[in-house]
Nanobody, 121 residues
Framework: VQLQASGGGLVQSGGSLRLSCAAS????????MAWFRQAPGKERELVAAISWSGRDRNYADSVKGRFTVSRDNAKSTVYLQMNNLKPEDTAVYYCAGGSLYSDRPSGYTSWGQGTQVTVSS
């Protein structure tokens, strides 16, 4: 499946951004979806994941209480609402899709192109 991420940008510390990831498939509800991020010089890390129906959600400890992952299966889109952003959230954010939950990038078969999020202090 092809994934198209959007919504990144430059924001001040404490600000908010909403990322979107649109999928080109009619079977979107069969994909477990996730957001990863990768900062310069660091490994790609899981930010949030959401189950096929949206019932189950997982978050990295560093974003709990600030980020919310959601999905709209009718629109084949997954979202990441990011509030109270911090400079350490600066990274390229990627959406990913797979058949099951994984906290590792290798667990996902489909990837979006990435969108840059920069948080200034």
């Amino acid at each position: 499946v092809q994934l198209q991420a959007s919504g990144g940008g430059l924001v001040q510390s404490g600000g908010s951004l909403r990322l979107s990831c649109a999928a080109s498939t009619r079977t979107f509800s069969s994909y477990y979806m996730a957001w990863f991020r990768q900062a310069p010089g660091k490994e790609r890390e899981l930010v949030a994941a959401i189950s096929w129906s949206g019932r189950d959600r997982n978050y990295a400890d560093s974003v709990k209480g600030r980020f919310t992952v959601s999905r709209d299966n009718a629109k084949s889109t997954v979202y990441l609402q990011m509030n109270n952003l911090k400079p350490e959230d600066t990274a390229v954010y990627y959406c990913a899709g797979g058949s099951l939950y994984s906290d590792r990038p290798s667990g996902y078969t489909s990837w979006g192109q990435g969108t840059q999020v920069t948080v200034s202090s």
